[in-house]
């Protein structure tokens, strides 16, 4: 017996439940793909990464969290040796975070490892299955962007 489709409001719900799921299996996983980077730390590392460098403040409003909970999990990526604080050229009185040689590391470390899970999981889906299911992510994460 086929089971009817979902209606747009059983389909929503079906997603949140399975976003959250996934969620909750990433953070278990995170442990595993970088042993040396707390979840928290590779999404730092990887926004600094990205951005070539960033504010706290700006950390802090791009994922929406007090500054000083951000200013906590950069002390610790410091005293990793993670990250340095070099003078804003746009406003010397402020600081921008900079990955560090050994955060490069770490990150493409973790990145690599992540890489390989994911490629593990997705290694008998179908080329258009994935192309469909990257565009889908994208077009669902567009929306969260600022």
């Known amino acids: 017996m086929t089971r009817p489709d979902p209606t747009p409001d059983d389909a929503v719900e079906i997603i949140e439940r ?5 969620a909750r299996r990433a953070r ?3 442990a595993w793909m970088h042993p040396e980077l707390s979840l928290v730390s590779f999404t730092l590392l990887s926004r600094l990464e990205d951005r070539d460098g960033s504010r706290v403040v700006d950390l802090a409003a ?3 969290l007090d500054k000083s909970t951000v200013s906590r999990q950069v002390a610790a990526l410091e005293r990793d040796g993670l990250i340095e604080r070099r003078p804003d050229p746009g ?3 402020a600081q921008v975070l900079h990955l560090t040689a050994a955060g490069r590391r770490a990150l493409a470390g973790a990145s690599a490892r992540r890489h390989e899970l994911f490629a593990e999981r997705l ?3 179908p080329a258009e299955d994935l192309a469909r299911f990257a565009d889908y992510v994208v077009a669902f994460n567009a929306r969260a962007r600022d």
């Open 18 to 22: 399975e976003m959250t799921a996934f």
């Open 28 to 30: 278990a996983a995170a």
């Open 62 to 64: 791009h994922y929406r």
């Open 91 to 93: 406003d010397h009185r």
């Open 123 to 125: 290694a008998d889906w």
